[in-house]
């Protein structure tokens, strides 16, 4: 499986941006794909979660609300729709995908592929 992540920009506080993560190579439909970001000296954290079939499994507290993530069929490609931007939100920006993941969505040690990371860097 290979993962490629783009979308990432400089935006201002309060805009958008959608993150998308292209999908190659044999998925099944119990995978789940996650997002994760890693912010300057912090550790990288879980941000939101899908099933392939495009089942959302969940999100982080600080981006519920503001962020979606979905999964579009046809093109193989999970997005991450952010809004309402916050100076906080910027990161490098990952995306995973996982053969199986337990009751904590986060668990990186789960996820078996990650694409490259994309810059996201909101100024206030």
């Known amino acids: 499986v290979q993962l490629q992540a783009s979308g990432g920009g400089l935006v201002q506080a309060g805009g958008s941006l959608r993150l998308s993560c292209a999908a190659s190579?044999?998925?099944?439909?119990?995978?789940?794909m996650g997002w994760f970001r890693q912010a300057p000296g912090k550790d990288r954290e879980f941000v939101a979660a899908?099933?392939?079939?495009?089942?959302?499994?969940g999100y982080v507290d600080s981006v519920k609300g503001r962020f979606t993530i979905s999964r579009d069929n046809a093109e193989n490609t999970v997005y991450l729709q952010m809004n309402s931007l916050k100076p906080e939100d910027t990161a490098v920006y990952y995306c995973a995908a996982a053969s199986a993941v337990g009751s904590w969505l986060g668990n990186q040690n789960e996820y078996d592929y990650w694409g490259q990371g994309t810059q996201v860097t909101v100024s206030s």
């Open positions: 190579g044999r998925i099944f439909s119990s995978y789940v």
């Open positions: 899908i099933r392939w079939t495009g089942y959302r499994l």
